[in-house]
């Protein structure tokens, strides 16, 4: 019987490699967003198989139980489906959801970090240029910010 082959097969949950255990937002958060990332950003798509929560975590080096609990967490909010014998799969017409999920994320992420720096004494233009830096990086989520951009 021929293995059945995962969304991971061909690339597609690459971010996932992203999750960084030292990071302020926990494990499970950060794979839960990670997903909604995913799905928002078209790379991961509607009947896309999920690896099983044991391979997703000897592949992220997490535990397996976190692996569970974000699978849990994305059925129940309607993001993801189990089905017996099979597998997790994405579930179709989720994009848009994801999209607002993502975009409410963004805008309270920004508001903070804008927000913090408005209170230490940056001007708009020294934040923007911040933000501009951080552009010309590779960013990915949870990452650590590369030396460049540290002042």
């Known amino acids: 019987m021929p293995r059945m082959k995962y ?24 794979l839960e967003n990670l997903i909604h990332f995913g799905i928002a950003s078209g ?29 849990r967490d994305l059925v129940v909010m309607g993001l993801l489906t189990t089905r017996r014998g099979l597998g997790v799969f994405i579930n179709e017409g989720v994009e848009e959801q994801c999209k607002q999920f ?14 913090e720096g408005v209170t230490a004494g940056f001007s708009p233009d020294e934040i923007r240029g911040i933000v501009d830096k951080v552009f010309q990086t590779e960013p990915v989520p949870y990452g650590k910010p590369p030396a460049s951009l540290e002042l």
């Open 7 to 30: 969304v991971s097969d061909n690339g597609a949950l690459e971010l996932l490699s992203t999750i960084n255990p030292n990071s302020n937002v926990s494990v499970y958060v950060q």
């Open 43 to 71: 790379k991961l798509k509607g009947k896309d198989r999920l690896p099983p929560a044991r391979e997703l975590a000897e592949k992220l080096d997490i535990n397996m139980n976190t692996v569970s609990k974000a699978y």
């Open 102 to 115: 993502c975009r409410k994320t963004i805008v309270q992420h920004l508001y903070e970090a804008v927000s």
